[in-house]
């Protein structure tokens, strides 16, 4: 079993609808959560993180951790073209590096004009 | 924000021959990290390189196929040796931000073995 599950996709939406996006894990003792967007050919990017439980509110984007059913999200509101990418979830087990992290296989995301 | 080099961007090798990937930051930074990128799979740490010691290297990646040299705090290579098409991959560096929680990434070097 993976230690972090998430749907590849792909995911496509008509633009100005919300984008929804989850992954699980396994491993409780995550702490920091995070969301990165990768477009094709290019190297990941951080959206945002959260720590620990609760939720996250950056423009068009919320981020929600429920550590109990370890589940975390991410909505874009009003999507657009340009958020079509492969966005991934991805996870840290501890404060002394934000570099080891443990990343779900992503979801493609197309966003249709 | 840190800006990370690497070079080749691509590459088709022949089976059985190794490859030297280079990453460059334009700052110093104590931990560089090398992620495998896998079709279809998500990204997986391969080893953590700091300078002046060995690279640590996570289960299921071994020195002898994955040598890294890490000369100094902006420098680092992953060597692909003894390569076979299962090695076919995106090769990503990556280093964490100061004080910050977040990893900034290069933008990968896509290898093909044939």
């Known amino acids: 079993q993976k230690e972090v599950e998430q749907d590849p996709g792909p995911l496509s939406v008509p633009e100005g609808a919300i984008v929804s996006l989850n992954c699980t894990y396994s491993?409780?003792?995550?702490?920091?959560f995070m969301w990165y967007r990768q477009y094709s050919r290019k190297g990941p990017e951080l959206l945002m993180y959260?720590?620990?439980?609760g939720n996250k509110e950056d423009g068009r984007f919320t981020a929600q951790v429920d550590k109990s059913s370890k589940y975390i999200s991410l909505f874009i509101r009003d999507s657009q073209p340009s958020d079509s990418a492969t966005y991934l979830c991805?996870?840290?087990?501890?404060?002394?590096?934000?570099?080891?992290?443990?990343f779900g296989a992503g979801t493609q995301v197309v966003v249709t004009p | 924000s840190a800006v990370i080099s690497q070079k080749p961007s691509r590459d088709i090798c022949q089976r059985g021959t190794s490859l030297t990937i280079q990453c460059q930051v334009d700052?110093?930074?104590?931990?560089m990290f090398w992620y495998r990128q896998q079709p279809g799979q998500s990204l997986t740490l391969i080893a953590t390189?700091?300078?002046?010691?060995?690279?640590?290297?996570e289960s299921g990646f071994v020195i002898d196929k994955f040598p890294i040299s890490r000369p100094n705090l902006t420098f680092s290579t992953l060597t692909v040796s003894n390569m076979s098409p299962e090695d076919s991959s995106i090769y990503l560096c990556?280093?964490?931000?100061?004080?910050?929680?977040?990893?900034?990434f290069g933008q990968g070097t896509r290898l093909t073995v044939v």
């Open positions: 390189a700091n300078q002046g010691s060995e690279a640590t290297y």
């Open positions: 491993n409780s003792a995550f702490q920091y």
């Open positions: 700052s110093q930074v104590t931990m």
């Open positions: 991805a996870m840290s087990l501890n404060t002394d590096s934000w570099g080891k992290l443990q």
């Open positions: 990556s280093v964490e931000g100061k004080g910050r929680v977040e990893a900034f």
């Open positions: 959260t720590y620990s439980s």
